[in-house]
């Protein structure tokens, strides 16, 4: 038998016992299974953050893992949790838009399923904490072979977020900052395919920064010194080479990014 | 042969060493063993906080589990170090009181030895961290299957926490804050059992609180409303919802907590 | 077969999806490795301080494996990277001098490999991120038993930091704050081996300590005290029992810290 994979990422922190109980809840269903952190530092109730990091993180996993994500501030109203399957990736995920970046680059789901079924649950359910109750015990069933149809009824409809959406201009293209990273880069939402001329303008917030390097890598550009370069992500991103670009020029998530290119 | 499952608690944080230097001390003396990380964010030398998290998390995992708890001020002096079976859990800890709550929840100690025989130990045991040269070879001896009775005497006496109980006043019950959540959530020593009425008075440290939502689960408050609620791990619980509850009331560990209920 | 053992140590944090791509990149190429966090906390491209938190924990790990290290402010550049053996330990880090250390400790690289064949590495590499293109792909293929000959050739030389040596004067030992622990402890660079004689006089920064107690443990002490001690990784340290020395003397990493003996 192939070990299973589970990676979690939650807004838990890990100051709380919430993430440890949720794993303890998880083995005792299946005690052989992996657990891989992916991270349990999304800001707290952050779901269109959430909907980026998995983005950029799910697609490099092996097929068939379980990808258990409990950012939910709806805990324990209607709102459904979901069993989903996506280009080979398999999430179980409170339905609240946090797959909306997944199913824009991966494509939309193949199953989607309402997990509704109460006999894969823990017997009593806290009402402010599924992530222990309903979403570890189902991981840990999925993983020891219970088939999805099991966990409740095939659906086709999900919650999607509102994603701000580059605009492009006579002079280059605007967007905003999507995500500062922990070095506090600045990732926009600008795709790199943007940049088929030379960016020779660049405004973050209200200043108009004259000065900046167009590089393709940190390290061509001086210490200290601003830069524009395509993000690991895909997207535009602004740095401070070996400093921090979000404190530099005061600027964080939804900050306006205007890029303008050369003729 | 089964995997052998083993916990890591500590307040090592994870900026130093020391947590990578104890799974490593813990992994050469049983490469196969499967190591799970509950939390290194401990507050420093907090053991009245340990005690609560391993009761909050402990009883979630499988029967078996080893886990090993390293929040321990009194390293290098005489503190004992205790191996502690519990209700079919396993751990390793000094003898400090961090199990106090695992011992209210759970029942007392079936085992309880103390742990003195050097042979299962580092040869060189620095004073300062008994984690690397103690707790982590002696759990990788365990996970081998050496007899918890070869690592010293069986001991009939351990150190028990003063916890604060919470009081039944005339017009209601008189606790504290335990413990403030990730999320500002402030988790109180009041049981929900308490509740038996509905709240319809709550005092958070000097602060005669007004208007509050009696809900079952943040959902069914409005967003940045104030909430009372019973939390995951049992208790009564002040919540702001998708806020800070504790930047809002000003309020921590110990702050006096008093919930009146309606006649 | 056994199971093959990856450690990963970067500073990418855990807000990031950084970890996250990198952990998957590598399970992508071997679904059966298990993964150890050391730690994704060093200090952004800070490798003096990776230099010290690799040489105080990749020592306590089983022969054979293998520390994956990403602290690498070099990115995208004509810097190297290195395949290293050193004492039964493998490495594949940046040659950026966060090795110096390792060496100086656990002696001279055993076999020396610049990583350069990209057919082990993804097919498209991001300038930006050669942890998930290139280091974790190359991890997963030597995990697979890929001989490290296979990924570029043998090299001699290597950076190495330049770390600052304790001077030793007339009365004592001039030395400095190498490292500040999660507790607020100033660990030195000075040996443990300069205290043949009784501590008795400490100077840290500009402020001449009259009234410190040199102990073995802290628990010798009593709290709130200044203590002279010798730290777990060998060296003189500098605390306050239960509490935060760094914060207390206002010291940090590069703090000179002056030590005199009694005749």
């Known amino acids: 038998v192939p070990e299973f994979l589970i990676t979690l990422t939650t807004d838990f922190g ?3 016992p919430y993430v440890a109980a ?3 809840a998880l083995l005792s269903v299946n005690h052989s299974v992996r ?3 992916l991270s349990h530092q999304i800001p707290a109730q952050d779901i269109r953050f959430a909907a980026f990091f998995l983005a950029a993180s799910v697609p490099y996993y092996p097929a068939g893992t379980l990808h258990v994500v409990v950012v939910d501030p709806g805990v324990g109203t209607d709102r459904a949790i979901l069993y989903v399957e996506v280009a080979g990736q398999r999430l179980l995920t409170p339905d609240n838009g946090c797959l909306t970046r997944i199913f824009e680059t991966m494509g939309p789901p193949t199953t989607l399923i309402r997990v509704q079924e109460p006999h894969f649950w823990r017997e009593v359910v806290s009402d402010t904490f599924n992530g222990r109750d309903i979403f570890a015990p189902v991981a840990g069933h999925l ?3 219970v088939k999805p149809s099991k966990l409740g009824p095939i659906v ?4 999607t977020l509102e994603i701000p959406k580059p605009v492009t201009t006579s002079r280059g293209v605007q967007g905003e900052v999507l995500f500062v990273d922990h070095f506090g880069n600045l990732i926009t ?3 790199a395919s943007s940049a088929q001329r030379r960016p020779n303008a660049l405004t973050v917030g209200n200043r108009l920064l004259h000065r900046f390097a167009w590089v393709r890598t940190y390290g061509e550009a001086k210490i200290g010194q601003l830069a524009l370069l395509v993000s690991s992500v895909g997207n535009l991103e602004v740095a401070v080479v070996q400093g921090d670009a979000a404190k530099r020029l005061g600027a964080g ?3 306006p990014v205007d890029v303008g290119f050369a003729d």
């Open 35 to 37: 657990l891989i952190d």
């Open 189 to 191: 939402n600008i795709p």
């Open 22 to 24: 949720m794993k303890g």
């Open 253 to 255: 998530v939804g900050t």
């Open 14 to 16: 890990l100051e709380s």
């Open 143 to 145: 993983s020891l072979g």
């Open 156 to 159: 086709k409809e999900w919650v």
